[in-house]
């Protein structure tokens, strides 16, 4: 897994590199905290990002906010801010893991482990929320044009559905392709 690590402390970041050396776990680039999050992720395209820094500022955590939208990855923040606000902020910028105090390089690799696998809990649960979201929304499309062809055409439920259902077969269309074609046209009908 290739890292991109910010760190503004050589020495720390040359000890996270060494309590790395070995493992699966790669730090394909160092930047400090003052470069372009956005820029590197692009430029890097890394697996994972660690940043190793004193507090998380506005910027970062903005950043890291756009970043988990358009391109999510796993994050990992060590900081010395205990600071309740700052984690919550932190970490619905997109963070996994929020590590205060000095990083015990013995448990390094164990951190970003746990970070990954709650990263990829994270999306598959944003998947499923998104798929569910996706066949709520399906099902109301083809209940309110059910509902509206039983109004214009006069017909019980149990036709309404079973024309839709033809139509879609006919044409070839999901069922709530059909139904949001019905609501267009129906709707301008008197």
Sequence with gaps: MNILLIDDNEN????????LQGTDYHIT?????????LKLVENSQPDMIVIDIES??????ESLHTLNQINPK????????????????????????????????????S????ASARFEEFQELKQA????????EAHKTVDQAKRLLMK????????????MRKMAMDSG?????????????????P
Excluded: C, W
């Excluded at 998380?56 to 955590?61: A, E, G, H, K, S």
């Excluded at 205990?82 to 013995?106: C, F, H, P, Q, W």
């Design 74 to 109: 796993p994050i990992v923040l060590f900081t010395e801010t205990e600071d309740a606000a700052v984690m919550k902020r932190s970490i619905k910028s997109g963070v996994s893991a929020y590590v205060t105090g000095n990083a015990d390089l013995g448990r390094v690799r």
């Design 29 to 37: 680039h160092l930047v400090s905290s003052g470069a372009s999050l």
């Design 12 to 19: 720390r970041a040359e000890a996270i590199k060494l309590a």
């Design 111 to 114: 951190i970003l482990d746990a």
């Design 129 to 136: 929320l998104r798929t569910t979201q996706d066949q709520l």
């Design 152 to 163: 214009k055409q006069n017909l019980d439920e149990a036709s309404a559905y079973k024309a």
């Design 56 to 61: 998380p500022d506005r910027d970062i955590l």
């Design 173 to 189: 269309q999901k069922l709530e392709q059909v139904s949001a074609n019905l609501l267009t046209v129906l709707k301008n009908l």
